[in-house]
């Protein structure tokens, strides 16, 4: 098994005996550069001193000196975004709340490994880590044309009440139509979208044909919430507002029946304007909704200083919740702080019963996921509203 761009690896670890099984492992994954670190404090002096920085670095959190904690901290505050794989013989619950701690800070945390390693264990995490790497985007010339055809569309992905089994409303999702009539998920266009700048006719184009969409369910009497993804990138600029507004109005949809979700680090990103156009939004009478909740920077005081009026647990959370003690506790406490911030809780990523089951126990409102519906055309959801 070869772990191409993991040429380098540093372990940080104080037993000499788990070091020597680190390295082992290492070089069966096929990792030419082999680095030791007895603690954290040694740790950074190797990254400093090695140039270029090592691939990854695999962290033994109990160390005398400075423990792995201490070096994550430390990585996220000079930016340092060297993948990290954390190790240790502490129980579960710990390495879960690690794991948290390391997304909180942005750093690129491959995952917690309890000891002792095995090449079996840590090539699974490395080998995921490649094939999300290598998801090939589309070509920008595609993506133009695919936008300037007609062929992005609006699916649909049913929002479910956990209590009554009522569908609530839908996420609108992205997809894109290949030439050869292929279905083409967001992750291969959207990011291509943002980074020609072109996100916020990304959200024009998503709410144009959701607001279709809604009238023509609303024709047959089915009243849902349309949740629409606002572009990071449109958080600033002074015309989008209105250019809304105006659009909802002309469709002779009430503004009650669509919420805008915003990703955290979308928020956290420009402050100031986010904040001055989820206050107009809210003016305007939409719902907003913050999007992949427990991945990224929100924190309760950016909860509570932006309008929202939903919270969306991210599904890296919500996923085999059943099998994952230690985040139920934590989905637990998101559920509890939405309800104490007056916000309704939706869960994305509900794949299993067991899922559903273990998120009832929270108390959470609104699920989302495949065990009820992947996302769908329009048509589609009309049928599967009937059945
Ligand atoms: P997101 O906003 O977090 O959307 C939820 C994603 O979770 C969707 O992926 C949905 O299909 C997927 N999902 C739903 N239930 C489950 C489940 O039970 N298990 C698993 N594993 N996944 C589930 P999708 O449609 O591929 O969209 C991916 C991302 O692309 C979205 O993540 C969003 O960030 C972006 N995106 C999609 N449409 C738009 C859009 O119109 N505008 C913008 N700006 N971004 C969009
Ligand atoms: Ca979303
Ligand atoms: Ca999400």
Redesign the pocket.
């Known amino acids: 098994m070869s772990m191409a761009p993991f040429a380098s690896v540093l372990i940080v670890e104080d037993s000499r005996a788990q070091a020597m099984l680190g390295e082992a492992v290492c070089r069966e994954l096929g990792m030419e550069r082999v680095y030791h670190a007895g603690n954290g404090k040694e740790g950074l002096d190797i990254i400093h001193a090695l140039d270029p920085a090592p691939d990854l670095i695999l962290l033994d959190l109990e160390m005398p000196v400075m423990d792995g904690v201490e070096v994550l901290q430390y990585l996220a505050k000079e930016s340092l975004a060297i993948p990290v794989v954390v190790t240790s013989g502490k129980d579960l619950r710990l390495l879960g709340t690690v794991e948290i701690m390391g997304r909180e800070l942005g750093l690129p945390l491959l995952g917690v490994l309890s000891k002792p390693v095995s090449a079996g264990t840590l090539g699974d995490l490395l080998g995921r880590r490649q094939r999300s790497d290598r998801l090939d985007l589309l070509e920008v010339a595609e993506v133009r044309a695919a936008l300037d055809e007609g062929r992005v569309m609006?699916?649909f992905?049913p929002k479910v009440d956990l209590q009554t089994g009522q569908t609530k409303g839908c996420?609108?999702?992205?997809?894109m139509q290949a030439r050869n009539g292929e279905v083409i998920?967001?992750?291969r266009f959207?990011p291509v979208?943002?980074t020609q700048g072109w996100?916020t006719e990304?959200?024009l184009?998503?709410l144009d044909l959701a607001l279709a969409e809604w009238n023509r369910w609303s024709a047959v009497g089915k009243e849902l919430m349309l949740s629409?993804?606002?572009?990071?990138r449109?958080l600033s600029g002074t015309h989008l507002v209105k250019e809304i507004e105006g659009k909802v109005r002309r469709a002779g949809v009430p503004p009650s029946a669509i919420l805008f979700?915003i990703?955290e680090t979308a928020v956290a990103d420009n402050l100031a304007e986010a904040l001055a156009i989820t206050a107009r939004l809210r003016l305007a009478g939409f719902g907003l909704s913050i999007?992949?909740f427990g991945t990224g920077f929100a924190t309760v005081q950016q909860l509570r200083r932006f309008p929202f009026t939903e919270l969306?647990v991210?599904?890296s959370l919500?996923?085999s919740l059943s099998d994952k003690p230690h985040l139920a506790a934590i989905v637990d406490g998101v559920v509890q702080l939405a309800r104490q911030l007056s916000l309704t809780s939706v869960a994305?990523?509900?794949?299993t019963e067991a899922?559903l089951l273990a998120l009832r126990e929270t108390g959470c409102q609104i699920g989302?996921?495949?065990?009820?519906a992947?996302?769908m055309p329009g048509d589609a959801l009309i049928d599967w509203l009937s059945a």
């Open positions: 609006a699916w992905q996420e609108v999702l992205a997809r998920p967001p992750d959207v979208i943002e996100g990304l959200t184009l998503m629409v993804n606002l572009s990071p449109s979700e990703t999007d992949d969306k991210d599904k919500v996923t994305e990523g509900v794949e899922d989302q996921g495949y065990w009820f992947r996302p």
